[in-house]
Each structure stands twice: as structure tokens, then as C-alpha cells.
């Protein structure tokens, strides 16, 4: 791997991936909607507020850390958690965006959001396991979120213009 040092604007090009490992994180500037930034850290990381192309958290994270999500996180693409050890995340106060207007994406359920939007105006965005939502669930006229078997729980008032399928009754 290669190592970044100095100053400025990180920015990250179509189909390019940056990998993250420290806790402090460069200042990132442009991302292409086909870009990947990687948060592979091995102990706590806080996820910049951005709008990310692709976004994964991962890496063996050793201890108890804590991952913090804060302001407003958007996702183009693709987000998967793949991060291993005991750790938890801290998203108060932010807002985290699936942006794909034509859906078919899938709804991370290894977070706990805070407030989560659903863009899709089509298609359908499909939840991988029990989602919790401590604020406001926001979904979009035409765009479907299926559940499947799993739970949802939203703790606040949903906002729900669009089609919310689910077939768990416990």
C-alpha cells in the first residue's frame, strides 16, 4: 500500500478507491459517484460528514471501539459494514441518505441510524437484517423499502411517502 502525507484536499476519482486506516481522516473533496472511500482502521474512526460514491467500514477492530457518524452522510452507491471485534457506533445527530433515486440498493442493518432517507423514487431498496432508527425514517413517493422478515423500529415519526413491505408480525 501507499502512504499519504501533507496537506489539502483529498479528492477521489471515478472508479478510484481510497483506504482510511487512522483515526484522523484527510480532508476529502470531490467524489465521484463510482469512487470507494474505505474506512479500514484497526481501533475508533469518525466518518466525515460527505457524499460518498461507495462507502465500507471494515478492518479487525481490536478493544471496544467506537465508530462516529455525524452530520449528514450520503451514499450514491453502495454502503456495507464488514468491520469485525466489539465494536459500536455512535451516530447521534446524524442524518444518513441512501441517494440512489432508482433504488435496488441495500439497507445496511449493522448501524443503528439516527435519522434515515430513502431517495428512490423507483425500484425497490432491500433491508439486510432488523433496522433501528432513533429519529425519523424518511422514504419517497414511488420507492419501495422491503423488509422481508426482518423488524423495524423507529423510535421517531416516519415520514413515509413511499411503500414500506413487511411481512414480520412478532
Do not use: C, H, W
Not at 466518518?47 to 451514499?75: D, F, H, K, M, Q
Not at 432508527?133 to 421517531?156: C, E, F, N, P, R
Request: no cysteine; proline share 3%; aromatic share 4%.
Amino acid at each position: 500500500g501507499s502512504s499519504l502525507t501533507g496537506t489539502g484536499i483529498v479528492n477521489v476519482n471515478a472508479g478510484a478507491t481510497i483506504t482510511i486506516q487512522n483515526a484522523t481522516t484527510p480532508n476529502l473533496g470531490t467524489m465521484n459517484a463510482t469512487s470507494t472511500v474505505n474506512f479500514n482502521g484497526t481501533g475508533a474512526q469518525t466518518i466525515p460528514s460527505e457524499v460518498y460514491g461507495n462507502l465500507v467500514i471494515s478492518g479487525a477492530r481490536s478493544g471496544t471501539p467506537t465508530i462516529t457518524l455525524s452530520g449528514t452522510t450520503t451514499v450514491a452507491n453502495t454502503f456495507s459494514v464488514t468491520a469485525t471485534g466489539t465494536v459500536s457506533y455512535a451516530t447521534s445527530g446524524n442524518t444518513f441518505v441512501y441517494s440512489a433515486l432508482t433504488g435496488g440498493k441495500t439497507v445496511e442493518s449493522a448501524i443503528p441510524y439516527n435519522n434515515l432517507t430513502l431517495s428512490n423514487i423507483s425500484g425497490t431498496n432491500t433491508a439486510d437484517g432488523n433496522l433501528t432508527i432513533a429519529g425519523v425514517l424518511t422514504t419517497t413517493a414511488g420507492g419501495t423499502l422491503d423488509m422481508g422478515s426482518y423488524t423495524l423500529s423507529v423510535t421517531g415519526t416516519p415520514v413515509n411517502s413511499g411503500i414500506i413491505k413487511t411481512q414480520n408480525t412478532g
